[in-house]
C-alpha cells in the first residue's frame, strides 16, 4: 500500500494543508492532484517519521512531471514546536508587544483571561461530566449541549475583548507549543502577548499568554514569526492540544473524501 502523506504549505500570509500519496523517498517524489498549490517561493515543511523518529524538513520542488512532485530536502527543523502536535490554522490572533514598562499589565491580563476561562460553567461542566458515562447519558448529553448553545448566544453578545496596544495578525500553524503567524512589519521586542478565541466543537474557549517572538523566514511581503507560549496552564494546553486533534481528524476525513 502506497503511504500518504501530508505537507505544509505556506505562501505569503496563507497556508494550505496539502495531501499527497509518495511515490519514491530517493529522491522524495509525491503525487499530488494539485501541483498547482507549490507556487514558486512558496515554503514547504514536511515532517517524516521512520523507526520512531520524527523529522521536519523544509522542502524545495525540483520538478513536477504529470502530478508527480519531486523535492530537495534542503532543511531539517530541529525545533520542539514541530516535533510535537500542530495544525494549519488560519486564525485572527490579537497580539501586543511587550517591554519593561507594560510587561506587569500584560502578564496580568492574560491571567485574568484565563482564569475567568478556566472557571466558566462549560469547563467545570465538562470536567465533572463525560458523554461517554453510561449512567445518566441522556441528562448529561442534554446538559453538555444547551451549554454549548447557552455558550454560543452568550459569546455572539458579548462585546470583543478591546486589548489595548494589540494588532491583529493572522496566525498559520497552531502547536500547543506556541503558534506561527504573519505579519507586515518587524517586531523588534522579545516577547509579546498574545489572546485569541476559538471556535471548538462543543462551544467557544479563549486563552491568552505571553510568548517569546522569534522571526522565521520571510514570504513574499510577509516575515513569519513563531511565538512560544511561555506561562501556558496546563489545562489550557490539553484544551488546545484536544482542538488540533479534532481539527487533523477533520482535515483527514475531507483529504480522504
Known amino acids: 500500500m502506497q503511504k500518504r ?38 515554503i514547504i515543511i514536511f515532517p517524516e517519521t521512520i523507526d520512531n523518529k520524527r523529522n521536519i524538513y523544509i522542502l ?13 530536502k534542503i532543511n531539517n527543523i530541529d525545533d520542539i514546536f514541530f ?18 514598562e507594560n ?3 500584560y502578564r496580568t491580563l492574560a491571567a485574568n483571561i484565563n482564569r475567568q476561562e478556566l472557571n466558566s460553567t462549560a469547563s467545570r461542566l465538562k470536567e465533572v461530566f463525560s458523554r461517554d458515562e453510561v449512567e445518566n447519558r441522556e441528562i448529561i448529553t442534554f446538559l453538555i449541549d444547551i451549554n454549548s448553545k447557552l ?11 478591546n486589548i489595548a496596544g494589540a494588532e491583529e495578525y493572522l496566525s498559520l500553524i497552531l502547536s500547543d507549543e506556541g503558534f506561527l503567524f504573519a505579519c507586515q512589519k518587524e517586531i523588534k521586542c522579545e516577547k509579546i502577548f498574545v489572546y485569541t478565541t476559538i471556535r471548538d466543537s462543543g462551544g467557544f474557549f479563549s486563552f491568552a499568554a505571553i510568548s517569546m517572538v522569534e522571526k522565521i523566514m520571510v514570504s513574499g511581503d510577509y516575515i513569519i514569526y513563531k511565538g512560544i507560549f511561555t506561562d501556558m496552564s496546563f489545562d489550557t494546553q490539553d484544551k488546545i492540544i484536544k482542538y488540533i486533534f479534532r481539527l487533523e ?9
Open 5 to 42: 502523506v501530508k505537507l505544509s504549505v505556506i505562501k505569503d500570509n496563507l497556508i494550505n494543508a496539502v495531501y499527497g500519496v509518495m511515490v519514491n523517498s530517493n529522491p522524495l517524489t509525491i503525487h499530488i492532484e494539485q501541483v498547482d498549490i507549490l507556487q514558486d517561493n512558496s
Open 60 to 72: 524545495t520542488v525540483k520538478e513536477i512531471i504529470e502530478n508527480n512532485a519531486v523535492f530537495e
Open 83 to 100: 516535533k510535537n502536535h500542530y495544525i494549519e490554522f488560519s486564525h485572527t490572533f490579537s497580539i501586543a508587544e511587550i517591554n519593561n
Open 103 to 105: 510587561e506587569v499589565k
Open 151 to 161: 455558550d454560543e448566544i452568550l459569546y455572539l453578545l458579548k462585546p470583543k475583548e
Open 249 to 257: 481528524r477533520e482535515m483527514l476525513k475531507e483529504a480522504n473524501k
